[in-house]
């Protein structure tokens, strides 16, 4: 299949399968013309790509994931590890949904008033909903490792 046929196929743009070529994680077989070809493999390959960056694996973590000739060699601690951690991120998520919630129907007459409101602020300020650690000092808020 040439170039064109993948990216119609895989929904994937030539643009982006040029550069997952440059980064190793798919190969072409040759050239029609001035148009890459590649074997029908790709589109599995291609699938198992966007599933890894659904899942929040960076390119380079997918590109570990395939042996040199080509074929998956799948990290299943990696994958418990990345589960792990959107069970992290899910439980974040749930509780500033649920705090956001909470505030859009809580009857006290300020937010500031709110106990629940109120605990809310303080998980944010010490950094337990942000993405990345939060340091709160003298007043000033800042991400850690920032100076």
Do not use: N, W
């Not at 990216?7 to 013309?33: M, N, W």
């Not at 809310?120 to 808020?141: D, H």
């Amino acid at each position: 299949m040439d170039i064109a046929e993948v990216a119609q196929r895989s929904g994937v743009p030539a643009s982006t399968l040029r550069f997952y070529e440059e980064k190793g994680l798919i190969a072409s077989v040759g050239r029609r013309g001035l148009r890459r070809v590649f074997e029908p493999g790709v589109l599995d390959r291609l699938a198992l790509i966007a599933l890894g960056r659904a899942a929040g694996f960076s390119l380079d973590d997918i590109a570990r994931m395939f042996a040199a000739d080509g074929t998956p060699r799948i990290d299943r601690k990696r994958l418990y590890a990345k589960a792990d951690e959107l069970d992290r991120t899910i439980a974040r998520l749930t509780a500033i949904r649920d705090g956001l919630r909470h505030a859009a129907a809580c009857p006290a007459p300020s937010h500031l008033e709110c106990p629940t409101f109120r605990r809310l602020l303080r998980a944010a300020a010490v950094g337990v909903l942000g993405g990345g650690e939060t340091v709160v000092s003298k007043g000033r808020q800042r991400s850690a490792g920032a100076s």
